[in-house]
């Protein structure tokens, strides 16, 4: 076991006490045995961390540490990370059931890439399989260009598995934005990615899930005010990707982002929408869609905040 790199699971959790038990199983049957589990409480007032500790007694290699103020669910994980000591670091949501062969398989593919990722499999808040996986919403990237990342993300923060040195690259989190896309964009600065077909968790879906893949919590209003705020999102992500990106990229995302501006500040811009259209193979390779489904979610892109005020 020792010859096996250390692997660290970071699992924070909140208020998590109605699936903790069972996810918490599924890790400790990991046929991967070298590993150690990283847990911080973003200060549950459930039983959470009684649940915890009653773990940690059994087994020595669970740490838990408790957050004195409310981080949120971001920088939870941020914090997380930070703590972890194994060479791969595996992230871990609260409400998930692991394959036991899930680390196993994971740190046998990584070899040279910076983090390696997996499908997934949707199960209800009751555990029953939904018949559908992530691989059936996006397609899967490997490779080593951030493009795919720049719109839309098919990577999930529990499916990954990276190297402890990605970390020092990756944090802090920028704020506002989901940890696992920033995690596959900075990882395909740095060097590539790939991914395994097999679904190696049960992904659980419910109301309090940070992220809604298959939109089933109550939907937001879309007022003018949210259409406004995401076409701001969008150019922000775009500056902090700008900020981040290698020599090799910096052109492209660049372009986008001074085109956005653009785009924010008038009715309209066709360039903006014309250069998304120009890279598609890359910006819109993760749509499962067909080519005038690519074009008409290009076109949308092109409206600014001037039209969205007058509709």
Known sequence: MDSLPLISIALCTYNGEEFLEELMNSLLA???KNIEIIVVDDCSSDKTTDIIKAYRERYPFIHLFQNEQNLGYNKNFEKALSICSGELIAPCDQDDIWDKDKLKLQAEAIRT????????EFIDSAGKSMNLKISDKFNFYRGNHPAPFLFMNCVSGHSILMKKSLVKHVLPFPSGFHYDQWLAYIATNMGS???LEKPLVKYR?????????LAIRTPRKNSTERKIEKLKQESDWLKVCMDHSSEENFELISTLYQLSLKRNS???SPDYGFEIWKHQEQLLYLMK??????????VRKIWGIGIKRLF
């Open 193 to 195: 990615i790939d991914f």
């Open 113 to 120: 890439n910076q983090l390696i990722y997996h499908d997934s």
């Open 205 to 213: 879906q419910h109301q309090h899930n940070s992220t809604d893949l």
């Open 30 to 32: 990991q046929t991967y």
């Open 289 to 298: 869609k067909n080519k005038a489904s690519r074009f008409f979610y290009t």
């Open 266 to 268: 008038s009715l309209a």
